[in-house]
């Protein structure tokens, strides 16, 4: 398996994990329950994600259970976010360093915990990731009692594009903007997909802002975990997105060529 070099890799390696900062005076091997200050970029990327305001220190690591003991962090739906810079001294990122105002592929592993808010504008609701012009983002929100995972963007318009997930189980989100449409698969444990219909959708209005993970606007936070995020500045298709899948899948779910069973976060 082959995949493009992503604009930003984030993930918790359990092996090799010195450059993931438990607080503030240096880093160090986590262990459950842990503080996390910063989650480090372990790509090809622009830099580092720090935790910044009043929720440092407030994101806890959790260690998942077997097939592979993955770590994970718990957002706790009240002040924990990270947001994207440099490095932990230097000016954020705005968001044109992730995706093209035309074209991105993010995908995801999450473990939602709970999905409430149902504010009538995707952008105001828990944010797993959202910019802070509140023009691109990923979110949960509660649609009329259906829990789903949205992709928003903003071209003049609030476009959005979702699938029904529950809470309490894992989850594969792959969103893209391709061809004027956005499109989001969300995979769940059992590995079956869910596809809605292309939504069209211009070019992103403006991409000045910087990247929050965790939080949105009018304080709506993410509450569940979060494993992996890997960032495109273009729409994969065909054999990329293939390989994009399986090595989400392959990661979060278990192998196929082992014995599987439900990886969950604990």
Partial sequence: MSLPTTNLTLHLNASVNTNIWKNSNGTGVPVDGDAIQRWDDEGDGIGDIAMIGVGANSTIWRQSTPLM?????????????????????????????????SAFTVAVAVYPEVIASSNANTYDNDAIFIDTGGFWGLVTKDVAGVKQIRGYNWDGSDDSIGATVATGRTWIAIYRHDTGNLKLTVIADTRVETTPADVPSGNTSSLTGVMHIGSGFGGHHYNGRIGEMAFYNASLTGSALTDLKNYFMDKWFGSQTRSRGQLVFM
Avoid: K
């Fill in 69 to 101: 003991r993955l770590p994970c962090l718990d957002f706790n739906g009240s002040v924990d976010e990270f947001t994207c810079r440099n490095d932990a001294d230097s000016a954020n990122h705005p968001i044109s360093d992730l995706i093209t105002n």
